[in-house]
């Protein structure tokens, strides 16, 4: 049987044309969204005269996770471009698979596979042209198979409504990163943010309250993503690693930034750091011998490196709930995250909390005996878990598509700003309140 590929959507298009969903097949601007979300709600057996606001918030939510969709399968719409299938063809292919799934995943229950294969099951039924179309350009049956699996399951995985309670979403902040970020706090609503940009430097941004501020070059060769810490008011300490290997070091101190200072040592990693008190500081790195090592200052000098034991298949993290209290965590032989903390008289053991990460982890505290930690998981994706006082929680999925590990601070009680960079080399951000 011979299939045109273009005949099916050009079927409906051609009798739709004044809708605006016709312009989408010949690529013209995706303003046309709306439009096309009324073309995919007929396969989805909606009533024609839905509720306005219901309709509205449906059509920002495809645009959200289409934005996310783009980022994470920007390898599938070029294996179907060998197939000759153009983007103003997949694209509105997947959106409609997204809208379908934003429609109707309340309908479904069970786990995520599970439901992953009923709306498969229901897409195939209802959006007969999607799989039409691309059979049509010689996709083989398989792998239009999988491609709309993914889909399905990664709009699943991202839906407003699956995100644990009270977290925004991802939101793009520019710039362009060549490392992970890193973040700090020195006041309530006040956070700034780091990392290498494209010319090895040092860049700055920040909120101020009202505002992000633009970026700002503040020198320096990193050979590592940025970390940063403040001990007190209108303070900042920024480490990283630099071309020799050394730890360096610059502060803000209130009115200008310093000089760059070498600390020594031959670090294997990013460095973290964190403070427990008033002109302290606590630095961890990964060593030579891929063990903990730590370095600190005191108020008055630094001390030499002490190692800590164990084995980081990645760089450290570090955060302080209270006075002498330190926890930092690493990504173990295991790929599981790994613990161990300072009590105020001796460090502990290591402990697994288990997960699969495959990027640095990240940490903060948003009050006394409170941790929250993320890190990047397996499927790229934001995944998060915290102690309470008392307990771990299990890892949570906050969606998003990853390409460094995150970062993570605290600017108030029960406030969580996370930043990682996307697949565009862009700062992200997401938040909890």
Known sequence: ?????????????????????????????????????????????????????????N???????????????ESTYAELERYRVPRRISRPIFRAVVSYVVRNANNYSGTIEQRTNALFNAIRRDIPWIFATLIGFRVPIARINDIIRSIIRFTLENLGGTMPSGWSRWESLGGVLTSGPGASSWANNRIDVFARGTNDALWHKWWDGRRWSDWEDLGGVLTSSPDAVSWGPNRIDVFARGTDNALWHKWWDGSRWSNWESLGGVLTSAPAAASWARNRLDV??????????????????????ENLGGVLTSAPAAVSWGPNRIDVFARGTNNALWHKWWDGSRWSAWEDLGGVLTSDPAASSRR????????????????????????????????????SEPASVSMRSNRIDVFARGTDNALWHIFRE
């Open 284 to 305: 961890f790195v990964r060593g030579t011998d891929n063990a903990l090592w730590h370095k600190w200052w005191d108020g008055s000098r630094w001390s030499d490196w």
């Open 1 to 57: 049987m011979f299939y045109c590929p273009y005949y099916f959507m050009w079927q409906y298009w051609r009798e739709h044309e004044n809708e605006g969903a016709y312009n989408l097949l010949r690529g013209e601007d995706d303003e046309q969204d709306i439009n096309y979300d009324e073309f995919n709600a007929e396969f989805e057996g909606e009533e024609e005269n839905q509720d306005d606001e219901f309709f509205r918030q």
């Open 59 to 73: 059509i920002q939510e495809v645009n959200r996770i289409m934005r996310l969709v783009d980022q994470r399968f």
């Open 368 to 403: 006394t005996n409170s941790i929250d930690v993320f890190a990047r998981g397996n499927n790229n994706q934001l995944i998060y878990k915290s102690w309470d006082g008392s307990r771990w929680s299990n890892w949570s999925n906050l969606g998003g598509v990853l390409t």
